[in-house]
């Protein structure tokens, strides 16, 4: 289904529903569940082009574009990681790549968990935001 | 002298976190920190003494050189070494192997030879010996650790054929934290007339080596996980060996001379491995760290953190949602290192948890994956304390992984 809102309007949710936490702890609980309510990831497509493969956490990408858009599925062994995937997806899933890329991704920053996209953590998470603007530059004619 | 007067020393561990919690520094095994005294030595040897060493006949380089070589009777003192002319300094423990690798695979090692290499080493002593396979045709074997991390070294007789080189092993792995029989595993090379070297890059922080003693062929170690500064390391090397190998890199100090018609000829040891410019300031501070290492030898410390390490040992094994890596049995000693996986929760969860709450873990593959794959997990979370670290810090780690845990259950 096609969003209804714009990427900046449904980060700004997102920023609202963060600004509520104001201890680590709540922000990672709120996190977890994220994760745990994800949309199930199809098994099938736990592929070895489909996985960004870290030192820490595994993710799995799927991206397929269909009328101008892009569909991202995504999984992580990693609940926390998991969590930011579900957010990332609430953000990018169904968007056109033209709004993809125009987008900053900085909305992970403002909601103070920009030292789990840090390269130095070697996780999926980095390199899948990479995907995903890959992903958008490829299909954007 | 105990262990306040003992965290005075090391300025960082005043330090706050940016959330205001106090630094419970975990993560020695991947480096240590490094006290004042070691510091000030660089801070020295830089503002007071900046000279290129070997080569002027000035004050300055004089003096930077009777540094220089200070370190490396330290370090010979140290690891009970017969002559400094065995003392090799490089980069650390992964430029040390490679050296290795490279000259005596050069003098040694040819095609259809073996080296044998522990299931629990780090990379950096298992990918030097496969990129010296390639080059030279030879192969990597790999000795088996049991179910609870123990080198099996009743195997090691009939892994050793009359093509074995060399025997390539951890002193302590960096992931087991068990001290491996390295005096056995010489003798059972030896007599098979195979070469050894020892990865001591965590046995020198833990235990009192005495080269001469253990009878090995190679000794290698890093100075920072040692309480020097970064790029400081060590090869040791029997010297009729290291007379016989040929030099890893050129250039530098590293001739006696040169000469575009008739070649060159190389320095006596251990000029002849230490090629270009070397760690100046660095080097030097391995003294200080090897007088923090003899400090903390002291009786109050050793018993303290055996009891940390009881303590930590027991509280990880006696919660059955958690499954430790290197689990001591016989005369197989346990250092304070300890990785672990807890069911249902994945290690970076974990890690990220632990570090919210001021502690710093080391979590993932730990550079050794065949160690990650021998146990069936994608990677684990190891704490390694020092002895600057406090049956307080020990507590509060166990507290805090226990809420993790929950956290994430």
């Known amino acids: 289904m096609e969003p209804t809102k714009t990427i900046q309007e449904v980060e700004a949710d997102i920023i609202e529903n963060f600004s509520m ?27 070895e082009e489909n996985l960004i493969k870290g030192c820490q956490s595994r993710v799995w990408l799927d991206a397929k574009a269909s009328d101008g ?13 998991k969590g930011i995937i579900s957010l990332l997806i609430s953000v990018y899933n169904g968007r056109t790549p033209a709004e993809i890329l125009a987008s900053d991704f900085s909305f992970i920053e403002k909601i103070g ?16 935001i990479e995907t995903i603007r890959k992903r958008a530059a490829e299909n954007n004619n | 002298m105990n262990v306040a007067e003992i965290r005075n020393q090391f300025p960082i561990l005043a330090e706050k976190l940016p959330g205001g919690q106090d630094l419970v520094y975990l993560d020695n095994a991947a480096t240590s920190q490094r006290p004042k005294r070691v510091l000030d030595k660089y801070l020295q040897l830089s503002l007071k003494t ?58 040694f090692v040819g095609r259809g030879d073996n080296i044998i290499v522990s299931q629990a080493e780090h990379h950096s002593n298992i990918v030097p010996w496969q990129l010296l396979a390639e080059r030279t045709g030879a192969e990597v074997r790999a000795l088996p650790v049991d179910d609870d991390g123990q080198l ?3 195997l090691l007789p009939r892994l050793i054929d009359k093509n074995t080189r060399l025997v390539a092993v951890c002193h302590i792995s960096n992931v087991l934290g068990l001290v491996n029989p390295v005096k056995e595993i010489t003798r059972i090379a030896h007599e098979r007339g195979v070469h050894v070297l020892i990865d001591g890059a965590q046995g020198i922080v833990h235990e009192a080596v005495a080269v001469k003693d253990i009878d090995c062929d190679f000794y290698v170690f890093s100075g920072h996980k040692m309480y020097a500064v ?15 190998m040929p030099p890893f890199l ?34 030097p501070t391995l003294i200080e760290a090897i007088n923090t290492c003899k400090q903390f030898r002291d009786k109050e410390i050793v018993d303290y953190q055996q009891r940390l390490t009881d303590y930590v040992l027991n509280a990880l094994q006696a919660d059955d949602r958690i499954t430790l890596y290197g689990v001591p049995r016989g005369n197989v000693a346990k250092v304070p290192l300890f990785s672990f996986s807890v069911k249902g929760a994945h290690h970076e969860d974990l890690a990220l948890i632990l570090d919210k709450m001021g502690i710093a873990v080391r979590s993932g593959q730990m550079c050794a994956e065949p160690i990650m794959d021998r146990f069936g997990v994608t990677g684990m979370v190891r704490a390694s304390f020092a002895p600057y670290n406090t049956l307080e810090e020990a507590e509060y780690f166990i507290k805090c992984l226990d809420r993790a845990i929950k956290m994430l259950s």
């Open chain 1, 21 to 47: 936490f104001d201890q680590w702890l709540d922000k990672y609980e709120y996190l977890i569940e994220l994760g745990k309510n994800l949309d199930a990831f199809p098994e099938e497509a736990k592929t």
């Open chain 1, 69 to 81: 858009r892009i569909w991202f599925k995504a999984d992580s062994d990693a609940i926390i990681t």
């Open chain 1, 113 to 128: 968990l920009r030292e789990n996209l840090s390269p130095t953590r070697a996780n999926g998470l980095v390199s899948m």
């Open chain 2, 50 to 107: 900046n000279a290129n060493i070997h080569r002027a006949v000035h004050y300055l380089a004089a003096e930077a050189t009777d540094q220089y070589e200070s370190a490396r009777e330290a370090v010979r003192e140290f690891i009970g070494a017969a002559s400094t002319k065995e003392i090799i300094f490089t980069s650390g423990t992964t430029a040390s192997i490679n050296t290795v690798a490279y000259s005596y695979g050069k003098a």
């Open chain 2, 152 to 154: 099996r070294i009743d």
């Open chain 2, 230 to 244: 970064p790029f400081t390391g060590v090869l040791y090397g029997k010297q009729d060996l290291l007379e016989e």
């Open chain 2, 250 to 283: 050129g250039g530098g100090e590293m001739i006696a001379s040169v000469s575009l018609e008739d070649g060159t000829t190389f320095a006596p040891l251990p000029g002849k491995f230490e090629a270009g410019t070397q760690n100046l300031a660095g080097t």
